[in-house]
């Protein structure tokens, strides 16, 4: 995201998840943790560069986020008729472009700050937390809300209804009727090339 923008199209560093796995903390801990390293970043973002950026989120994503969970509810159905070969590959290109979505959504640092508002639990045990990005120059704050289960981010929703995975099932569906999940793999890892510059 720019500093304006980026903070709006959520899809996912040097501080560590306190040497523990993300399922032996609480959720609300886990995306603390996690927006600590973004904040982190977006302070060292010109240093970094999209690549170091990249660099850093990648081991926290892959930790915080359950990646290959995330591909398979924004494919959805069709996923059940690729090859083995065919998820695994998506599976990469997908968590790919996320990081390389937040590596360049988080490009700079205007005094921003995160505050969780509170965690909901679900009737089947997932569990919402609730949080805001506090944008400084009178703008308002953006609303992002994370899905957590077993332990592990599994959908964003952005100002607390819009699903990230929802919207680009949507937009996914179209490439796969394209060319199935060689396109649509194709065409994410292009998208995290151009992205990583």
């Given amino acids: 995201m720019s500093r304006r923008t980026a903070l709006m199209g959520l899809p996912l560093l040097s501080l560590p998840l306190s040497g523990l796995p993300a399922r032996a903390q609480s959720p609300a801990a ?3 943790t996690f927006h600590a390293t973004l904040l982190d970043i977006m302070r060292n973002a010109q240093r970094l ?4 950026r990249y660099d850093r989120l990648a081991p926290v994503m892959s930790q915080v986020f359950d990646l290959a969970a995330m591909t398979r509810i924004s494919v959805g159905p ?5 090859s083995p070969t065919e998820q695994q590959a998506l599976t990469e290109a997908f ?3 996320s990081i390389a979505t937040y590596a360049a959504r988080f490009d700079g ?3 921003e700050t995160f505050t969780t508002q509170g965690v909901q639990s679900l009737p089947n045990n997932d569990q919402l937390v609730r949080s805001t990005l506090n944008r400084t120059g009178g703008q308002d704050p953006v609303v992002l809300s994370y899905l957590v289960r077993n332990g592990h ?3 964003v929703y952005l100002t607390g209804t819009i699903s990230e995975l929802a919207s ?3 937009e996914f569906a179209g490439l796969i009727r ?5 396109r649509l793999t194709q065409e994410l890892t292009r998208r995290a090339n151009t992205l990583l510059g």
Avoid: Y
Avoid at 49 to 52: A, D, F, K, L, S
Avoid at 78 to 82: I, L
Avoid at 178 to 182: C, D, F, L, R, Y
């Fill in 95 to 97: 968590s790919r472009w």
């Fill in 109 to 111: 640092f205007a005094g």
């Fill in 49 to 52: 560069g999209p690549r170091g």
């Fill in 168 to 170: 680009r099932r949507s």
């Fill in 78 to 82: 069709p996923w059940t008729g690729f």
């Fill in 153 to 155: 981010v599994v959908d």
């Fill in 30 to 32: 886990v995306i603390e």
């Fill in 178 to 182: 394209e060319g199935g999940a060689t």
